[in-house]
């Protein structure tokens, strides 16, 4: 009883402190100052403003204020937020590498080293027995800035060339940097302040820049490497102030697709790198309440996804010649109870991401007949995905599922026999076991 009635007053007593100290603590207030912004005829007040100037150095020490009222707002539970992060960073596996992806016959991958914020990128040719080459060290890259981040890493169509770009800002704008992979060495040009690049041909790129106010992708300009960026051409400028524009190659890498996007439409163009005389043909203008998108493997044909009357998509295919609506013909239909997430083509095989009832499946459909197989790999619900491990024209395909019981695991499916293998499991430290838990809808 003795030992209960201690416990309890000092239980109080520290209680009672951390309530005074909060209790005498005054969080920073920002100062007003009447701002007002006329948009659509609507006329609104933001007192707070001026807070969007981040140099200011009326910001900065309101931040800094900020974070001094938070660090000893939480400074009784100092040793508790310790002992918790250090339990998250024991579960993490600090030297850690990723599974091999593959492209034009190498096999390309990331190595995080222990002690190192970021990664190494390295590539072999076609096999994991093959020399490693360094592609890019990240974390050597970070010590030239604050902040750091890489998006955009891409190899050209040869495979002796990368790019990447570096946002040193955090407003996901980067600066595009070019790269022989077999020297090691970048060449003079940089792009800066892009949001979105692609690969036009071996020496040239296509990239949007944003515009100031929403910083939508709204003007287009195709770059030659080696060139300065002052000599870029203009190709494209989406004036509608609620689209912007986007760049992507097919995956018989023949054509470029130019997709102007807003909420509720989209309208697709393409250039054929094998006739670049005929320029950029549209597809189908723009209509409210239609998204759709092309994609070429093989043949005369663009395979499509739209959504117009199938809110839960369909996939439909069109000669190159004739790719306006009208001619378009149905492959796969649009079902009601079931949404069509995405799909790849392997050869004559077409394999489908579906999701309905809260799960995820893939399936295995045959264009010849119409037969489905759905890769069963677990009975509780999961969510399973395919990767672009293998060509579309080989008979395997690589995917990986996951449940919120399970880590994450990664398969090979034979599309001929539908043999199962099992590549990888992704690891948990601090003894963590599956079967002391259950999933179930």
């Known amino acids: ?24 603590l005054r969080p920073p207030k920002a100062k007003q100052i009447a701002h007002y912004d006329s948009i659509h ?41 310790k ?56 974390d050597s890259l970070s010590k030239r800035y604050m902040y750091f981040s890489v998006s955009a890493l891409s190899v050209s169509p040869s495979g002796k060339k990368m790019l990447y770009g570096v946002d040193s800002k955090g407003d996901r704008l980067f600066d595009v940097y070019f790269k022989d992979i077999n020297s090691g060495l970048e060449f003079g040009d940089t792009i800066k302040q892009v949001n979105s690049i ?33 000599e870029d051409e203009l190709i494209a400028e989406e004036l509608d102030p609620t689209f912007q524009l986007s760049f992507n190659r097919s995956t018989s890498e023949r054509f470029i697709f130019k997709t102007a996007s807003q909420t509720l439409a989209t309208e697709v163009s393409f250039y054929d790198l094998q006739n670049p005389l005929k320029g950029w043909q549209m597809v189908e203008k723009r209509k409210r309440n239609h998204r759709y998108s092309l994609n070429h493997v ?28 009208k001619n378009w013909k149905v ?50 619900p999961i969510t399973i ?17 996951g449940s919120i019981r399970k880590p994450s695991e990664v398969w090979d499916i034979d599309l001929k026999t539908r043999e199962l293998t099992f590549i990888h499991r992704d690891s948990i430290r601090g003894g963590y076991d599956a079967e002391k838990y259950v999933s179930e809808l």
């Open 385 to 401: 995905g395919s990767s672009s491990y293998y060509e579309h024209d080989e008979d395997k395909l690589r995917f990986s599922y």
């Open 331 to 380: 492959l796969i239909p649009h079902r009601e109870d079931v949404l069509l997430a995405d799909f790849n083509i392997h050869g004559d095989l077409i394999i489908l991401g579906e999701q309905f009832d809260a799960q995820s499946q893939l399936v295995i459909q045959s264009l010849k007949t119409g037969k489905r197989d759905t890769i069963k790999v677990s009975n509780e």
């Open 83 to 138: 002992k918790i992060y250090e339990e998250i960073r024991g579960r993490m596996i600090d030297d850690i590498e990723s599974l091999p992806s593959r492209s034009k016959k190498h096999l390309y991958y990331t190595r995080y080293e222990k002690g190192k914020d970021y990664p190494k990128y390295f590539r072999r040719a076609d096999t994991l027995n093959a020399p490693e080459v360094l592609i890019l060290d990240m």
């Open 298 to 325: 093989e043949g005369n044909e663009f395979i499509i996804s739209s959504d117009d009357n199938a809110p839960n998509n369909q996939v439909l295919t069109t000669s190159i010649e004739t790719p306006a609506q």
């Open 1 to 24: 009883m003795y030992k209960q009635l201690l416990t309890s007053a000092l239980f109080l007593f520290f209680y009672s402190n951390i309530v005074a100290q909060v209790d005498e």
């Open 198 to 230: 692609c690969w036009f041909g071996e020496t040239e790129v296509i990239y949007t820049l944003p515009e100031k106010a929403t910083q939508r992708s709204y003007r287009a300009y195709r770059h030659v490497i080696g060139r300065p960026s002052s």
């Open 41 to 81: 005829n609507d006329i609104r007040l933001d007192n707070y403003h001026w807070m969007r100037n981040k140099t200011s150095p009326e910001v900065i020490n309101h931040l800094y204020a900020e974070n001094g009222y938070s660090d000893k707002y939480m400074r009784s539970s100092s040793i508790l937020m």
